[in-house]
T-cell receptor
Framework: DAGVIQSPRHEVTEMGQEVTLRCKPI?????LFWYRQTMMRGLELLIY????????DSGMPEDRFSAKMPNASFSTLKIQPSEPRDSAVYFC?????????????FGPGTRLTVL | RKEVEQDPGPFNVPEGATVAFNCTYS??????FFWYRQDCRKEPKLLMS???SGNEDGRFTAQLNRASQYISLLIRDSKLSDSATYLC??????????FGTGTQLKVEL
């Protein structure tokens, strides 16, 4: 069975460029999460969706970050313009979702480097 | 104060040893608790849930002390393949998880 799929797996870009990360959740899961992981701060929740609706975006660092989920099988996280401090691994995860907690399954991550 | 705190390690132990990790959380309203495992340059994966009564899965035992806001993970007879980072995870309700920064374990021959 396919797990959570993320693309690209690696992205190197220059400061000021737009970056778009993509995620396909596990089929049938109705909650989707975007996380960022750095050595200093660990794994941080940026935003999560339930049934394609953004529920909590309090973790989004600033207006340069935006996320969309146009349908149940696709989500994007966009950074515009990118900055070197955005360099991190970005994970997408999905679960069966609320109202009770269910295990979150993570994708392989996108390793972003902003020069 | 961080919401979930862990000793970053690394814990270097010989194969066959017993090792214990601890974690504290700050929000007393936290509802559920987990340990995730993350291998180097891989994604986190659920290792086990943590219940107040304590629970065991093979060589792994997890304990929760709500009064002290403390979670533990015990690994017995450690294997080389147990080398990884162990993330303490707290759920305050709904779907929102808060992750600790992880404890690194290295099991050596």
């Amino acid at each position: 069975d396919a797990g959570v799929i993320q693309s690209p797996r690696h992205e190197v870009t220059e400061m000021g460029q737009e970056v778009t990360l993509r995620c396909k959740p596990i089929s049938g899961h109705n909650s989707l999460f975007w996380y960022r992981q750095t050595m200093m701060r660990g794994l941080e929740l940026l935003i999560y969706f339930n049934n394609n609706v953004p529920i909590d975006d309090s973790g989004m660092p600033e207006d340069r970050f935006s996320a969309k989920m146009p349908n149940a099988s696709f989500s994007t996280l966009k950074i515009q313009p990118s900055e070197p401090r955005d360099s991190a691994v970005y994970f997408c995860a999905s679960s069966l979702g609320s109202p009770t907690y269910n295990e979150q399954f993570f994708g392989p991550g996108t390793r972003l480097t902003v020069l | 104060r961080k919401e979930v705190e862990q000793d970053p390690g690394p814990f270097n132990v010989p194969e066959g040893a017993t090792v214990a990790f601890n974690c504290t959380y700050s929000n007393s309203a936290s509802q559920s608790f987990f340990w995730y495992r993350q291998d180097c340059r891989k994604e986190p994966k659920l290792l086990m849930s943590v219940y107040s009564s304590g629970n065991e899965d093979g060589r792994f035992t997890a304990q929760l002390n709500r009064a002290s806001q403390y979670i533990s993970l015990l690994i017995r007879d450690s294997k080389l393949s147990d080398s990884a980072t162990y993330l303490c995870v707290v759920n305050r309700g709904g779907n929102k998880l808060t992750f600790g920064t992880g404890t690194q374990l290295k099991v050596e021959l």
